[in-house]
């Protein structure tokens, strides 16, 4: 549909990729999908001490994991430096940025005088009106110098798509460094260059960038070229409204999905912080968000990161996944924590389904189906020390658990419906409540105090694991 609209994330690979950049992505890849537009990958390598190869393979990646395919071949700003010195050099043919030539001991000193008459700093201005002639003996003799743009009195403006109209005056501004005494483009000139060459419509990013955008937009009219639109996003704060930090905890996508979290769901609540759809449904397939996202509906007001709301969207996508998917993440991780091996994966898949079904209703995340249905695979080690003192206080549980037991063993049909029939006809016979059979009963087959309905999971378990376990109990709670 729209083929001149291109976006572009543009990382810098110093860490990995964290919750706001990834919805800083999501954003722009929403926006290109939703108009089918193109979008980009620009990693903004620069700055050589600090980015790292293996962070970038690591933003990657979690950027595929959460479905942001990018469109063209990724664009790497470390490979791109003569280019950015070759359009330093065209905007000093044109005069539009000059030489300067003061030392640092200058400029401090120039700071320092403004300082001290409590006015904010900017360039003097003093090597803007050498002339040529002047800048090339200066250069020809030795002279490091910086280069720095020329700008034009008036004022920048541009109607962001998100926080309106914003208009600074250059005169807020000064003739600011694009190229360092060392030949190296600064990142203001680098974005720039690579946004024209790219082709980019659209400029989406965090709101941190709002002082960096009158600076672009003065390069941007230096090379005579349209200025992009831009939509600058809120900041995402923690539930304590501060700025999401490490002190909230995890903040790496990566780290989310290590705790299990399933991609779809951690797109789902990303995309809604700064985001709803026109119906506020809060849990959304991506088809339905890439058909209803607009980027104009983004609000300007700060979004908080709650991993409670995460958690629950992640819920409710783990209840509509089909079993096949659930299974196919799960059973990696079941096998790395050993409670499945490679060669059984086939022949228990049938096992695994009636687990999943079971299970999703209550649980989370993929971790959780392993944190709470470890005893599908292995005999409980430990029994929940509150349900034990709650439910295996009477001194009879045992001996009443033993008799139970010998009662199932002559159960053939061993299902959900005949099993519960058989539990209650023997708490009558015997006197007792269901209850004071069923949370024993619970407690020996799978340690904890809670679990889904006990006589599904006696039936997924099976008669040989039932008896065997509430044998463990009981010489457990004996000795
Ligand atoms: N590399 C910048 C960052 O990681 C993004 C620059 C931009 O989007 O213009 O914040």
């Known amino acids: 549909m729209s083929d001149n609209i291109r976006v572009r994330f543009a ?32 990693i903004e390598d620069t700055d050589v001490e600090r980015s790292r190869r293996e962070l970038v393979d690591q933003i990657c990646d979690s950027l595929l994991w959460l479905g942001l395919n990018w469109d063209e071949e990724p664009v790497f700003q470390s490979q791109r ?31 320092n005088a403004t300082i001290k008459q409590n006015k904010a700093y900017r360039y003097s201005g003093k090597c803007r009106n050498l002339s040529s002639q002047q800048a090339e003996q200066l250069a020809a003799q030795g002279n490091p110098f910086t280069v720095r743009i020329r700008l034009e009195p008036g004022v920048i403006e541009w109607d962001d798509l998100v926080y309106g109209h914003i208009a600074v005056n250059n005169n807020e501004l000064d003739d600011f460094i694009i190229q360092r005494s060392n030949g190296i483009p600064v990142y203001q000139m680098a974005v720039v260059v690579d946004d024209i060459d790219m082709k980019i419509s659209h400029i989406i990013r965090g709101e941190d960038h709002i002082p960096n955008t009158p600076k672009q937009i003065n390069l941007f009219r230096a090379f005579d070229q349209p200025i992009p639109q831009f939509a600058h996003l809120p900041l995402l704060l923690g539930t304590d409204n501060k700025r999401l930090s490490k002190r909230h905890g995890a903040t790496g996508v990566d780290e989310y999905r290590e705790q299990g979290y399933p991609a779809e769901a951690v797109l789902n609540y990303l995309a809604l912080l700064g985001w709803a759809p026109q119906d506020e449904r809060e849990v959304l397939e991506v088809g339905e968000i890439i058909e ?24 409710e996508h783990l209840s509509r996944m089909s079993a096949q998917k659930i299974k196919r993440i799960l059973v990696p991780k079941l096998v790395a924590s050993r409670l499945l091996t490679e060669n059984e994966i086939d022949s228990q898949s049938d096992y695994l389904e009636a687990i999943i079904e079971i299970l999703r209703g209550r649980i989370r995340t993929f971790n959780q189906f392993i944190e709470w249905g470890g005893y599908f695979f292995r005999d409980p080690k430990n029994y929940d020390e509150k349900a034990v003192a709650k439910y295996w206080k009477n001194p009879m549980t045992e001996q009443r ?35 004071e059979l069923i949370h024993p009963l619970r407690l020996a087959l799978t ?33």
């Not at 209803?292 to 819920?315: C, H, M, P, Y």
């Not at 029939?421 to 009558?428: N, P, W």
């Open 81 to 111: 430096m003569n280019l950015y010195r070759e359009r330093v050099a065209e905007l000093l043919d044109a005069g539009k940025a000059y030489r300067c030539f003061c030392t640092s001991q200058e400029l401090e000193a120039e700071k």
């Open 447 to 479: 340690g904890f105090g809670i679990s889904p309905g006990i006589f599904q999971v006696m039936e997924i378990l099976g008669k040989k694991n039932v008896l065997r376990r509430i044998q463990k109990a009981i010489e457990h709670f004996t000795t």
């Open 11 to 42: 990382p810098s690979p110093t860490g990995s990729l964290h919750l706001g950049g990834a919805r800083t992505a999501i954003y722009n890849w929403l926006f290109a999908r939703s108009v089918g537009g193109k979008f980009l990958l620009r």
């Open 401 to 435: 658990l033993a008799e139970f037991s010998r009662e199932l063993a002559t159960i053939n049909d061993f299902t959900a419906n005949v099993l519960e029939e058989r539990l209650r006809q023997y708490a009558e016979r015997t006197g007792l409540k269901a209850a």
């Open 292 to 315: 209803q996202f607009n980027l104009t509906a983004i609000s300007r007001k700060a979004a908080v990161f709650d991993t409670k709301k995460l958690e629950w969207i992640s819920g």
